[in-house]
């Protein structure tokens, strides 16, 4: 069984217990999700079945929306409400200035990761140090948000729904926001709308999935990847490409630009990601 489940992640769980629930009911050993979204969190989780594991990497990649609240006030060791929740004596500014100082973070930017994270500093993640009492320093690291609205606001409490970069912290950004404007700011709620191609609308619960089977939400590995432009290999160097070498022969690689393509046999075979380099063609990932 090779595919994606595009999965809705619901609060309470973590992405990996989610992943281990996939396992469990599609009755597989293979599978892996792409990208960490909090136990508080919920929303999109695509789950990587089989052989899809494989493109993990070409799932993160893609740009990420999150609705997020957040509430003025307050500061948190974790960054969010979950955490140690402290009230700061900071005056909370009138909704023009929290408007333009949230609108101040758009573009192209450097941001810590918070300590409360699944990064890892010596094989060790970074929140099993936080509940130990330790704070290591972080790196920063580059982000972008590309979109960037306030969409509630009553004074204290709010939301903002972001677009950004795989790697962006939302707490953080909340955080960051809150030291702009000198009052505080935690994270109250994190819904992730989308990852990538995969959205909202064609999610499925682990309820759903335990009580409908798979068959129907499981989306096939070259779906996945339909923004790459297909091509079939011709059958002559087909079993040279199956077996990882690279073919320069101009009768492949002359009608190719450089890029990665959907790699088919002629008889529709689904093979994997094909690489075009400076001179030649090759299955940079194998899924056959």
């Not at 699944?118 to 330790?134: C, F, H, N, S």
């Not at 990665?260 to 008889?267: A, N, P, V, W």
Request: proline share 3%; hydrophobic share 40%.
């Amino acid at each position: 069984m090779n595919g994606v489940i595009n999965l809705y992640k619901e609060k309470g769980i973590t992405s990996f217990g989610a992943v281990a629930a996939v396992r469990r009911i599609l009755h597989v050993k293979k599978a892996g999700h792409t990208g960490t979204l909090d136990p508080e969190a919920e929303g999109v989780l695509p789950v990587c079945v089989g052989k899809a594991t494989k493109l993990v990497d070409y799932i993160m990649g893609g740009v990420k929306t999150y609705r997020a609240g957040f509430r003025l006030g307050f500061v948190s060791d974790t960054l969010d409400a979950f955490g140690d929740v402290k009230k700061t004596d900071g005056a909370i500014p009138e909704e023009r200035i929290v408007r333009e100082a949230i609108e101040g973070f758009l573009g192209d930017s450097l941001q810590v990761p918070p300590m409360y994270s699944a990064l890892k500093k010596d094989g060790v993640r970074l929140y099993e140090l936080a509940r130990q009492g330790i704070e290591i320093e972080r790196e920063k690291r580059p982000v972008s948000i590309t979109r960037l609205e306030l969409t509630v606001f009553d004074g204290v409490d709010g939301e903002i729904l972001v677009t950004c970069s795989k790697g962006t912290y939302i707490r953080s950004l909340i955080d960051d926001i809150g030291e702009k404007l000198q009052c505080g700011a935690i994270m109250t709620s994190l819904i992730r709308e989308g990852t990538g191609t995969f959205t909202m609308e064609n999610t499925v619960r682990l309820s759903e999935l335990e009580e409908k089977g798979y068959e129907q939400y499981l989306i096939p590995m070259d779906e996945i990847l339909a923004e790459y432009a297909a091509f079939t290999v011709p059958e002559e160097f087909l079993k040279l490409i199956a077996n990882g070498v690279r073919v320069k022969n101009r009768k492949v690689t002359a009608t190719l630009e450089k890029g990665l393509y959907r790699g088919y046999s002629e008889d529709g075979s689904f093979l994997g990601i094909l690489n075009r380099d400076e001179d030649s063609l090759f299955l940079t990932v194998n899924l056959m």
